[in-house]
């Protein structure tokens, strides 16, 4: 590390990495580092009025590793003819290496208004190359599956702003209010000539498409898009509130809530409940009221004496006929996360040196957009996997429940 004058700072650094994971030939990768910072509000010519701010930069690149045995040629066991037999498993890649991200970060740290607002911004940028992707191989070489290869290209841009606002500063009473703010926008760059349904060059890393239905509204049968491309399924935005009281008595309220929006999943239950005849899909009830779920209606292309009455999307998803990838759902949604009280109570446990009770309640409130039809948005199973994001298929998972709880922290 190198300081000059109190203000400038300049850090370096370099790691190396080899791993058995790697293929045999493919030898060890240099990931260097540096990252510098310039505390501004130092300098002569900053007025005080401004407050304290440091400008920082940083570039640097990181990896992550290919499975054990992804590199490995590899056999599975099988029985033929009641005797020991084996199949080809993996092909094995001699040349297989991790995948290698190159990150930018800029931004600032402030202080400002006598420091009762502090504020901090990031703006990074991703590339991501030699992306690990699951290529198919030639059947005729005896190898009928994937392989993983060295061939993607991906991009991740967005920003990071955290803030924090004393609202009142009195001796006995402190009130401060906080947000966190962050984007994401993804894209594949280059799949390297793999064909892959759900992870397409120029769309987002992690790609809900399926049946869109371009009448939602009408009082018609549902007009399809086949194929569409919907959206990401990751969150490309969230924001975060927190809020905090100091009170007389040592006593603290504190509260917590996000915004998280812009991704999309599979409501995979929800089309399953659909398609049981007696069961019917949450979130059809007002539907069921016109055309009870019985089998006197199955969907599109069926006749029923109160059809004029139901929407094109309500005969598309509720009835036992609907199509798995008309289920995909925008997930925004919000969530008040915990509101807790923790006050002192030294009094109720004689010669300690502190004793404070804690209560609190978690996930108390939720919003979910008027689009959403069913199961709770967090209820998410694991769906195609690139780079370690998962796909937002919405399962049978026991989503976050509504908890309350009390604790006692004692100090001798």
């Known amino acids: 590390m190198l300081e000059v ?15 058995s994971a790697f293929g045999k030939d493919f030898g060890l990768e240099v990931y260097p580092k540096v990252s510098a910072s310039y505390v501004i509000s130092d300098e002569p010519f900053w007025p005080e009025s401004f407050g304290d701010v440091k400008l920082r930069a940083a570039y640097g690149f990181a990896g992550r ?57 990031t703006y990074y940028h991703q590339t991501t190359t030699n992306a690990l992707l699951n290529v198919g191989q030639t059947p005729s070489l005896g190898f009928g599956g994937n392989q993983l290869e060295n061939v993607g290209k991906l991009r991740n841009t967005g920003f990071e702003i955290g803030a924090e606002y004393t609202v009142l ?21 280059d799949m390297g000539g793999v064909v892959d349904y759900d992870f397409v060059e120029g769309q987002p890393i992690g790609l809900q498409r399926g049946a869109r239905i371009t009448n939602p509204d009408e009082l018609a049968d549902p007009i399809y898009e086949l194929d569409a491309f919907l959206g990401p399924t990751e969150p490309t935005h969230t924001i975060g509130l927190n809020t905090t009281f100091q009170l007389p008595r040592g006593i603290t309220v504190s509260a917590r809530g996000e915004y998280v929006a812009g991704h999309w999943g599979r409501d995979f239950s929800s089309n399953l409940m659909a398609q049981r005849t007696g069961l019917g899909a949450l979130g059809c009830d007002h539907v069921y009221q016109i055309i ?33 990838d008309a289920w995909n759902l925008p997930k925004d949604f919000a969530a008040l996360r915990e509101v807790s009280v923790q006050a002192p109570v030294p009094f109720a446990v004689p010669g300690v040196e502190s004793a404070f009770v804690t209560g609190s309640v978690q996930n108390l409130f939720r919003w979910v957009n008027s689009e959403f039809y069913s199961h709770d948005p967090e209820s998410t199973g694991s769906g195609a996997q690139i780079t370690n994001l998962t796909g937002g298929q919405i399962t049978d998972h026991v989503p976050a429940p509504a908890t309350a709880t009390v604790s006692v922290r004692v100090t001798f």
């Open 5 to 19: 004058r109190d203000r400038y700072f300049l850090t370096g650094g370099v790691r190396v990495d080899g791993s």
């Open 65 to 121: 590793a290919p499975g054990a045995f992804d590199a490995v040629r590899t056999w599975e066991a099988q029985s033929f003819r009641d005797q020991t037999a084996f199949e080809p498993d993996n092909v094995g890649n001699p040349d297989l290496g991790p995948e290698r991200t190159g990150e930018l970060e800029v931004g600032f740290d402030g202080a400002f208004l006598d420091q009762r607002l502090t504020l901090d911004f």
């Open 292 to 324: 009870p779920h019985d089998g006197s209606y199955e969907g599109p292309g069926d006749d029923h004496p109160n059809l004029d009455q139901v929407r094109a999307k309500d005969r598309a998803l509720c009835f036992t006929n609907s199509r798995a």
């Open 169 to 189: 500063n009195r001796p006995n009473v402190t009130w401060r209010l906080g947000t966190d703010i962050s984007t994401n926008d993804s894209e594949i760059l």
